[in-house]
């Protein structure tokens, strides 16, 4: 069974710049959610989605965004890049919401902001 | 909020042998779930051991355990029989018992070195 997939896995953006990265979750996986992984700050949590529905979001700024299609796939936006945001973004599935509910995550994508 | 420290930033441990890395967590419920999460250089991050806060016993997964202290908010991983393939980065995780909520609230980690 296919793992959860992110793309791109790496790319690089100016400030001001948008972007947008997508995740694909594993099949039947009804629920993603997303993280910011950075040396300084370590793993945080963006926001969750589940069945088109983000339920849970973090303490980030609107300039993240995101959303979930029907067939559960997942992208999120960064736009006005800031410098700040050059990070590892994982993305994680489940195929139940909460509990002991085990999260699977992806590779990353890995955002630089220069 | 939930706050979740692991005070060990980096450990090392003789292959074979047994090692245990700590975390503390701070939360005013009374039920929760706890996890251990590795992430290796490849950086896809995997489940180690999950436990549920009402449940006494403490989780093992073949070579890993945990001492789970809920009165002391402490939920330490005993890695036994350490192997090469061991060596990763180490996130205590809190999940609140709330329904629907996915959210984890992860440790800054520990660096788990295996020395040959």
């Known amino acids: 069974k296919a793992g959860v997939t992110q793309t791109p896995r790496y790319l690089i953006k100016t400030r001001g710049q948008q972007v947008t990265l997508s995740c694909s979750p594993i099949s039947g996986h009804r629920s993603v959610s997303w993280y910011q992984q950075t040396p300084g700050q370590g793993l945080q949590f963006l926001f969750e989605?589940?069945?088109?529905?983000?339920?849970n979001k973090g303490n980030f700024p609107g300039r993240f965004s995101g959303r979930q299609f029907s067939n559960s796939r997942s992208e999120m936006n960064v736009s006005t890049l800031e410098l700040g945001d050059s990070a590892l973004y994982l993305c994680a599935s489940s195929l139940t919401s909460g509990g002991t509910g085990e999260l699977f995550f992806g590779e990353g994508s890995r955002l630089t902001v220069l | 909020a939930q706050t979740v420290t692991q005070s060990q930033p980096e450990m090392s441990v003789q292959e074979a042998e047994t090692v245990t890395l700590s975390c503390t967590y701070d939360?005013?419920?009374?039920?929760?779930?706890l996890f251990w999460y590795k992430q290796p250089p490849s950086r896809q991050m995997i489940l180690v051991i999950r436990q549920e806060a009402y449940k006494q016993q403490n989780a093992t997964e073949n070579r890993f355990s945990v001492n789970f202290q809920k009165a002391a908010k402490s939920f330490s991983l005993k890695i036994s029989d350490s192997q090469l393939g061991d060596a990763a980065m180490y996130f205590c995780?809190?999940?609140?018992?709330?329904?629907?909520?996915?959210?984890?609230?992860f440790g800054t980690g520990t660096r788990l070195t295996i020395i040959p």
């Open positions: 989605y589940f069945s088109e529905t983000q339920r």
């Open positions: 995780a809190y999940r609140t018992p709330n329904f629907g909520n996915e959210k984890l609230t």
């Open positions: 939360t005013s419920e009374s039920d929760y779930y």
